[in-house]
């Protein structure tokens, strides 16, 4: 069973930071594509940053100089650094792993719970 857990997401102020994490648990063979998405109030989820196994990244481009996005393979966690943060950032936070799981070596697209993030003006 593959499970991925989310932590970081809070209240912050307009131009401050957060960091948000997603560690990868359970019966994984490999991850490849991880990323993250958001879903405001009333919205569409959007994907926000995703990064390979082999570190290639691309970005939305309404986060693009602010927000980075990397990856840890040997802790099976990714993680986003979001700085310069504006009130329109504000959603639900979802992380998304592409991975391979054993003993069947089928491959699934697994999400995390998701974690708020709230950017007061």
């Known amino acids: 069973q593959v499970q991925l857990v989310e932590s970081g997401g809070g209240l912050v102020q307009a131009g401050g930071s957060l960091r948000l994490s997603c560690a990868a648990s359970?019966?994984?063979?490999?991850?490849?594509?991880m990323g993250w998405y958001r879903q405001a109030p009333g919205k569409q989820r959007e994907l926000v940053a995703a990064?390979?196994?082999?570190?290639?990244?691309n970005y939305a481009d309404s986060v693009k100089g602010r927000f980075t996005i990397s990856r840890d393979n040997a802790k099976k966690t990714v993680y986003l650094q979001m700085n310069s943060l504006k009130p329109e950032d504000t959603a639900v936070y979802y992380c998304?792993?592409?991975?391979?799981?054993?003993?069947?070596?089928?491959?699934?697209?697994?999400w995390g719970q998701g974690t708020q993030v709230t950017v007061s003006s």
């Open positions: 990064i390979t196994s082999g570190g290639s990244t």
């Open positions: 998304k792993a592409d991975i391979v799981a054993i003993p069947k070596m089928d491959r699934y697209d697994y």
């Open positions: 359970g019966s994984i063979f490999s991850i490849n594509v």
